[in-house]
DNA sequence: CCTTGACCTTCCTGTGACTGGAACCCTCAT
DNA sequence: ATGAGGGTTCCAGTCACAGGAAGGTCAAGG
């Protein structure tokens, strides 16, 4: 399989397989004509790869997952330390934005929205005393 | 002023301070030997940029509030649709993030966490069928 | 045989909003 | 004279790619 087709069934952009690849994270192999040729194996790492990072978990994190997952003496501790970990991370930064969210939401329905310069979120934005 | 002073007063790294004058959202004078002398608009453009970031706004947003918040002829329209299309972008991204949270979440929650290799997250990555 | 178009390759640059560090200058107190 | 504690510029790195240029490869059609 070259890297189109791995890309149409894997959802992955070129790019970003080509990437992968760069970083060590898979290992294709190669025609004689230099294109990559990918086995089920890297296929199957790749979407391995796609649904941790769309879980969220970092390029390292992946790293280390995809390790772990083809370790089979692995201790599933280490794996949930990882998935926990990367939890935290996540409900901080749910925090984060539900803290922004609030104050801005308040400070739009403040706001006329009109053609007049009065704004409570700029009065905000400059230290209203 | 100088940038230390700056920094302590606005809670801002003199880093982020100087790479604010690079991109031209300060304008400080200088004294004669180079060091930058900060006027008081210029820590109070500081202390909105601090809050308008600490609100998640990128710095092309906090450019255009700036200019909003410096022009007394504005419409308080223009500075909220500016701010609700960062709401939805918060929105949008909190959504997101939800999703990761209740996923792993579960994932998390089955898993044994012990010595033994078998873990749910691996299988879920995987492609578990 | 030639061309066309769809693939593939590598390499370089840019993103956003900084952060770290090197190498150097200024000022004041000891 | 020296040292500490400011300040300055400039360059590189972050993260996970995306965009694009310049060029090689392959199958089909004329």
Known sequence: MNIGDVASQTGLPAKTIR?????SLIKPLRDDNGYRRFREQDVHKLNFLGRARALGFTIEDCRTLMALYEDETRASADVKKVARAHLAQIEAKIADLN??????????????G???????????????P
Chains 1, 2 share one sequence.
């Open 19 to 23: 990437y992968y690849e760069d970083i």
């Open 99 to 112: 803290a922004m969210r609030d104050t801005l939401g308040h400070l739009i329905d403040a706001c006329a």
């Open 114 to 128: 009109d053609d007049r310069p009065d704004c409570p979120i700029l009065q905000d934005l400059g230290g209203k």
